[in-house]
C-alpha cells in the first residue's frame, strides 16, 4: 500500500496585530495516511486543523516542512490532480440547481461533455441527491447541501479526498448520511482525511486518527492502539431495590422513574448487587462493561496541555 499523504515537521506561523507579532500556529506537524484508511485529525477549535489542510491544498505556504501526495510535492500537478477538498464553510451559488452547481465545477475538468454529465448523475446518485437534481440550493436544508459540497468535491475523481469538519452542524441522520458516503468512498479505495470534533462519528468510521493539540500531534495511531480495552467500570440498570441499599457497592449516577442506573468500579462488588437484586425480587434490565472512549481519551489528553 501506497502513502496517500506524508507531512513532515510542518510549521506555520500568522502575523497578526496592528504591530505585527508572530504567532506559532502549527509546531512540526507529522503524520502519514496509508492508502485506502479512513483517518481523522481531531483537535479542538483553534488546534490548527484547517490551517494543516490549507498547506496540504498549497492555499497557505509553511515556513517549514515537506508534504507529499502519493509520494509528490505537494505544490505538483500530479498531487493536485489526486486531490479532492470540501472546505470547512463552504459556499454556495444559491440560485443554481444540484446538476447545475456540479455542471458549474465540472468545466474546470478536462473531462469530455458526456462524461461530465455521466459523472455528475453518479454523484448524485452517490449522494441520494437525484430526486433533487432540479431544485435550486437555496431550498436545500443543511445537510442536502453538506452532501452536494462532497459530490463537488469527488467530480475530479480524486484518490486522496480532504474534509474538513464534514460532519459539523448537521443533525443525526445528517451525520448518519455522510458518515455513509464516507465509507462507501473507501470501499471504492479512495483515501479519507477529515478534520472533526464529534468524536462518536470519528470512533464509528475512522481507521486511524491523529490528535492535535495547540498546533502539535500529541496522538496518533489506530482506534485500537489509542483506546485501552480495558474495562473501566460496569453500569447495571435496576429496579426493585432502594438507592440507600446499594450505595456501598457503586456510585448511583441517575434515577428515572422506579430504575437505578448504577456504576460499578469492583468486579465482587458487581456480584454483590446481581444477589442484592436476586434477594429483594428486584430486576436487572441491562448490565454493560464500559471501556474507554474515544471522548475519555481526547478530554484527558487536551486537559493535560
Ligand atoms: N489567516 C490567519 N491569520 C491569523 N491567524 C489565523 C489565520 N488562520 C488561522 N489563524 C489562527 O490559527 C489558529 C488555528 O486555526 P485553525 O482554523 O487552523 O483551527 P481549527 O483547528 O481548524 O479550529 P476549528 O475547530 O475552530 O475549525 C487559530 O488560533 C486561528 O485564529
Ligand atoms: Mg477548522
Known sequence: MATALKI???HKSFSTGFI?????????ISLAVEEGEIFGYLGPNGAGKTTTIKCILGLIFPKKGKIEIFGHSSYSLQAKEQIGYLPENPY????????EFLRFYSQLSLMKKKDKEDKISSLLSLVSLEQSASLPLRKFSRGMLQRIGLAQALLNEP?????????????PLGRKEIRDIIVKLKAEGKTV???????QDIEMIC?????IVNGQIVSQGT????ISEKILFTEILLSGVEEKEVEDLGECISTHTERLLLKVFEDEKIEKVLQLV?????KIHSLIPRTETLEDLFVGIVKQQ
Open 193 to 199: 482525511f477529515l478534520s472533526s470534533h464529534i468524536l
Open 92 to 99: 454556495f451559488y444559491d440560485y443554481l440547481t444540484a446538476s
Open 223 to 226: 482506534l485500537q492502539d489509542l
Open 207 to 211: 481507521d486511524r486518527v491523529a490528535i
Open 20 to 28: 505585527p507579532k508572530k504567532k506559532k500556529i502549527l509546531k512540526g
Open 159 to 171: 484518490s486522496l479526498v480532504l474534509l474538513d469538519e464534514p460532519l459539523g452542524g448537521l443533525d
Open 8 to 10: 513532515e515537521d510542518l
Open 278 to 282: 436476586q434477594s429483594k425480587k428486584g
